[in-house]
């Protein structure tokens, strides 16, 4: 009894979406020049075209018979299986949610979606009806011309930020691929064939899934190079996630027990426990007890010692003039940077000012990083009773701050503003919303002067935030500019110098002004970025900063110029939280702004010995797909979706090339200890972990006396 034509057309279309989606995955291997991960993507991309397959066939079940109009739109259906969850997420971001009907764009994006791919294949239908060879083969061309659009996009247009539209691209991918080996013709398949063919790649998958990427080698060169298999890889591990806590089972995920959702390569592992949380086959080791101090040497007497005392009484009754470059890499201006001379006056500055070279922001994002500097709190984000800002103002400073309309847009216009007398916007956009298109450093000097101003002989705290290297890839950089640093191969990271050229031009202005005006021995000038940035010199860097944390990314200048401090570097390492408590004390006022999480740099700033300094300390990293902790020279960073760790020796290998991970197991275990230690700190930049952080942010009630 043969096969009735249903049961023959569903084969078809299982073996050609099976086959399709193979074709993908062994390109995506070749491209990535390994074997061994062609074992593991050509039956996980096999598998998930069978599933496309099995779907497609359904639909073609259901809408046969039926009024053309009515068929298509069945057909149409399975796609909003994609477009409904990208859609959920896609404009989750702060720059989505300025587009016009931003609030309705995940509702009408899937309808709008699901109507087009109904079109294309009612009349793609209609098309094929001929049969002929040459419209088959038109029809190919047209599917392979549409498959390599979306690649073309993915690449392209989408950023590392929309990782559930590159899961979804890569789904379009694979239907595509099965839609062009089906437009070479319809072939009477056996359903046996079908279901030999489905056998098959249930079952290399089931074991690609239990055994692959077991290599840690595998899974970086994966997360770091992948196209569509790491998109497919993410996936699956997604699905097969039972605790969703972000790790899973399967496909090297790591996860020990998924179904504790406090175990998973990315767990806090508590030292001498007994419970191997973050699952990497040990307990965690505590840190090494802290070398005693000698009797003779004592924080509090030292700073009633007659030098020290002398310093901050004359500092108590100083201005502070903050200055930050969002995105400024500590490498364009470290001490032994090849073309450091380019920028004069920021040279200047720090040759004057004492100069921490080991020190790194608390995030690669804005949202942290400011926000630690705000409340000098690890996890800015908790309930703070007093900001950095608010102290000041009970201290009688008057308080400006001139920020970019971006940042507040992204960081949340609720913390920054707090405490501020006068807080003053700085457009970067002039003819487009929202899409910067000129230097903005000079409207944020001219906010500093009219501070100035503004202040006259009253104690004023000014913080300036200098966004211009920030948007190197999308401002028209005026050829003068251009001119002032030298030619490099990389067109993006001279384009990132001239603008940073700009803002060293400005910092001139700035303390050209604070000499005409009589400040410049009244005024404690605090200068530091808010984190790296990523110049695509290394795709582990991705294609900006804000989801990541090597070194580039978070490795920052940070200087404090304090009249009458002899300038100088300091090798201790550091971090934004600790610019509260460092200026609090030089105000003598530590007490004004209580508790806070960062060190008082204050013995370091006067080079004090090395025994009330916190030299072995441990500095924490938060990220979207990474944390890391830095224990100078060594750099942890853990990447838990991708169980992936990786440990550098920053002071041979500052460019991270050299991975000590598996040469060094006691380092590694000691500072996942350390990692512990630390509060956990949520980075959810979606909108609705925006409005969360703006909620967060606002200024306790305090309840009246009973």
Same mark, same amino acid.
């Given at each position: 009894?043969?096969?009735?034509?249903?049961?023959?057309?569903?084969?078809?279309?299982?073996?050609?979406?099976?086959?399709?989606?193979?074709?993908?995955?062994?390109?995506?291997?070749?491209?990535?020049?390994?074997?061994?991960?062609?074992?593991?993507?050509?039956?996980?991309?096999?598998?998930?075209?069978?599933?496309?397959?099995?779907?497609?066939?359904?639909?073609?079940?259901?809408?046969?018979?039926?009024?053309?109009?009515?068929?298509?739109?069945?057909?149409?259906?399975?796609?909003?299986?994609?477009?409904?969850?990208?859609?959920?997420?896609?404009?989750?971001?702060?720059?989505?949610?300025?587009?016009?009907?931003?609030?309705?764009?995940?509702?009408?994006?899937?309808?709008?979606?699901?109507?087009?791919?109904?079109?294309?294949?009612?009349?793609?239908?209609?098309?094929?009806?001929?049969?002929?060879?040459?419209?088959?083969?038109?029809?190919?061309?047209?599917?392979?011309?549409?498959?390599?659009?979306?690649?073309?996009?993915?690449?392209?247009?989408?950023?590392?930020?929309?990782?559930?539209?590159?899961?979804?691209?890569?789904?379009?991918?694979?239907?595509?691929?099965?839609?062009?080996?089906?437009?070479?013709?319809?072939?009477?398949?056996?359903?046996?064939?079908?279901?030999?063919?489905?056998?098959?790649?249930?079952?290399?998958?089931?074991?690609?899934?239990?055994?692959? $990427?077991?290599?840690?080698?595998?899974?970086?060169?994966?997360?770091?190079?992948?196209?569509?298999?790491?998109?497919?890889?993410?996936?699956?591990?997604?699905?097969?996630?039972?605790?969703?806590?972000?790790?899973?089972?399967?496909?090297?995920?790591?996860?020990?027990?998924?179904?504790?959702?406090?175990?998973?390569?990315?767990?806090?592992?508590?030292?001498?426990?007994?419970?191997?949380?973050?699952?990497?086959?040990?307990?965690?080791?505590?840190?090494?007890?802290?070398?005693?101090?000698?009797?003779?040497?004592?924080?509090?007497?030292?700073?009633?010692?007659?030098?020290?005392?002398?310093?901050?009484?004359?500092?108590?009754?100083?201005?502070?003039?903050?200055?930050?470059?969002?995105?400024?890499?500590?490498?364009?201006?470290?001490?032994?940077?090849?073309?450091?001379?380019?920028?004069?006056? $920021?040279?200047?500055?720090?040759?004057?000012?004492?100069?921490?070279?080991?020190?790194?922001?608390?995030?690669?994002?804005?949202?942290?990083?400011?926000?630690?500097?705000?409340?000098?709190?690890?996890?800015?984000?908790?309930?703070?009773?007093?900001?950095?800002?608010?102290?000041?103002?009970?201290?009688?400073?008057?308080?400006?701050?001139?920020?970019?309309?971006?940042?507040?847009?992204?960081?949340?216009?609720?913390?920054?503003?707090?405490?501020?007398?006068?807080?003053?916007?700085?457009?970067?956009?002039?003819?487009?919303?929202?899409?910067?298109?000129?230097?903005?450093?000079?409207?944020?000097?001219?906010?500093?002067?009219?501070?100035?101003?503004?202040?006259?002989?009253?104690?004023?705290?000014?913080?300036?935030?200098?966004?211009?290297?920030?948007?190197?890839?999308?401002?028209?950089?005026?050829?003068?500019?251009?001119?002032?640093? &030298?030619?490099?191969?990389?067109?993006?990271?001279?384009?990132?110098?001239?603008?940073?050229?700009?803002?060293?031009?400005?910092?001139?202005?700035?303390?050209?002004?604070?000499?005409?005006?009589?400040?410049?021995?009244?005024?404690?000038?605090?200068?530091?970025?808010?984190?790296?940035?990523?110049?695509?010199?290394?795709? &582990? $860097?991705?294609?900006?900063?804000?989801?990541?944390?090597?070194?580039?990314?978070?490795?920052?200048?940070?200087?404090?110029?304090?009249?009458?401090?002899?300038?100088?570097?300091?090798?201790?390492?550091?971090?934004?939280?600790?610019?509260?408590?460092?200026?609090?004390?030089?105000?003598?006022?530590?007490?004004?702004?209580?508790?806070?999480?960062?060190?008082?740099?204050?013995?370091?700033?006067?080079?004090?010995?090395?025994?009330?300094?916190?030299?072995?300390?441990?500095?924490?990293?938060?990220?979207?797909?990474?944390?890391?902790?830095?224990?100078?020279?060594?750099?942890?960073?853990?990447?838990?979706?991708?169980?992936?760790?990786?440990?550098?020796?920053?002071?041979?290998?500052?460019?991270?090339?050299?991975?000590?991970?598996?040469?060094?197991?006691?380092?590694?275990?000691?500072?996942?200890?350390?990692?512990?230690?630390?509060?956990?700190?949520?980075?959810?930049?979606?909108?609705?972990?925006?409005?969360?952080?703006?909620?967060?942010?606002?200024?306790?009630?305090?309840?009246?006396?009973?």
């Amino acid at each position: 009894m043969s096969p009735s034509p249903a049961r023959v057309l569903t084969a078809w279309i299982l073996v050609a979406h099976t086959l399709g989606a193979s074709a993908i995955g062994a390109l995506d291997a070749a491209r990535l020049g390994s074997a061994s991960l062609a074992m593991v993507l050509v039956p996980l991309f096999a598998v998930t075209g069978l599933v496309a397959g099995f779907v497609i066939a359904g639909t073609e079940r259901i809408a046969a018979g039926r009024a053309w109009w009515v068929s298509a739109l069945i057909r149409g259906a399975p796609s909003l299986l994609v477009l409904v969850p990208v859609a959920s997420t896609l404009f989750d971001g702060a720059f989505a949610q300025t587009l016009p009907l931003a609030f309705a764009l995940p509702y009408v994006v899937p309808i709008l979606g699901w109507l087009s791919v109904s079109l294309a294949i009612a009349g793609g239908s209609r098309f094929l009806r001929a049969g002929d060879p040459t419209t088959r083969a038109i029809m190919v061309l047209a599917c392979a011309g549409a498959l390599g659009a979306i690649v073309w996009g993915e690449r392209n247009l989408l950023g590392t930020g929309y990782p559930g539209a590159h899961v979804g691209a890569t789904l379009a991918v694979l239907v595509l691929a099965g839609v062009c080996v089906r437009a070479l013709g319809r072939f009477q398949l056996s359903p046996y064939l079908a279901a030999g063919l489905a056998a098959a790649a249930i079952g290399t998958a089931i074991a690609t899934a239990m055994h692959g $990427l077991e290599d840690a080698n595998q899974r970086r060169v994966l997360a770091t190079y992948g196209d569509q298999g790491r998109d497919l890889v993410r996936l699956w591990r997604q699905l097969i996630d039972r605790d969703r806590d972000g790790s899973s089972p399967v496909l090297g995920g790591g996860d020990c027990d998924d179904g504790d959702a406090s175990r998973h390569p990315g767990a806090a592992d508590s030292p001498d426990d007994g419970i191997d949380q973050d699952c990497d086959g040990r307990d965690a080791l505590p840190p090494p007890p802290p070398a005693a101090k000698p009797k003779a040497i004592d924080l509090a007497s030292w700073r009633e010692s007659s030098p020290v005392a002398e310093t901050i009484a004359r500092t108590k009754g100083m201005n502070v003039l903050l200055l930050t470059i969002d995105a400024l890499r500590f490498d364009m201006l470290a001490p032994e940077a090849a073309d450091r001379a380019e920028f004069p006056e $920021l040279t200047k500055l720090l040759d004057e000012s004492v100069f921490f070279t080991r020190a790194f922001s608390p995030a690669s994002g804005t949202d942290i990083s400011l926000g630690t500097l705000l409340t000098g709190r690890h996890d800015p984000h908790q309930t703070i009773e007093t900001t950095l800002p608010e102290a000041l103002q009970s201290l009688g400073f008057r308080t400006y701050s001139a920020l970019p309309v971006e940042v507040t847009r992204y960081v949340g216009e609720v913390l920054p503003g707090r405490g501020m007398d006068r807080p003053r916007p700085v457009y970067t956009d002039w003819d487009t919303t929202d899409v910067a298109d000129h230097v903005s450093g000079p409207a944020t000097t001219l906010e500093g002067v009219r501070a100035w101003n503004d202040a006259a002989d009253r104690r004023s705290f000014i913080w300036l935030h200098y966004f211009d290297v920030h948007e190197h890839h999308q401002i028209p950089v005026p050829k003068r500019l251009l001119k002032k640093v &030298r030619e490099e191969a990389s067109d993006r990271r001279r384009r990132y110098r001239a603008l940073l050229f700009a803002i060293d031009t400005e910092i001139g202005r700035l303390r050209a002004e604070l000499v005409q005006r009589g400040l410049a021995d009244k005024t404690i000038i605090i200068f530091a970025s808010d984190h790296g940035e990523s110049l695509r010199e290394d795709p &582990r $860097l991705l294609e900006t900063h804000g989801k990541v944390v090597y070194a580039p990314l978070v490795r920052i200048p940070l200087a404090f110029h304090i009249p009458g401090v002899r300038g100088g570097l300091r090798t201790d390492p550091a971090s934004l939280v600790d610019i509260a408590p460092t200026l609090l004390s030089l105000l003598d006022s530590r007490s004004s702004l209580s508790p806070m999480d960062g060190v008082d740099l204050l013995p370091a700033l006067l080079d004090a010995p090395e025994a009330l300094r916190a030299m072995k300390r441990a500095l924490v990293i938060n990220e979207e797909l990474q944390w890391s902790v830095v224990e100078w020279p060594y750099q942890l960073l853990v990447r838990p979706a991708e169980n992936l760790a990786e440990l550098y020796d920053l002071s041979t290998d500052p460019q991270q090339k050299t991975d000590l991970v598996s040469s060094m197991p006691e380092v590694v275990a000691r500072l996942r200890a350390r990692y512990a230690e630390a509060p956990v700190v949520r980075v959810d930049r979606t909108i609705d972990g925006r409005r969360w952080r703006e909620q967060q942010a606002r200024r306790p009630q305090r309840r009246a006396p009973p």
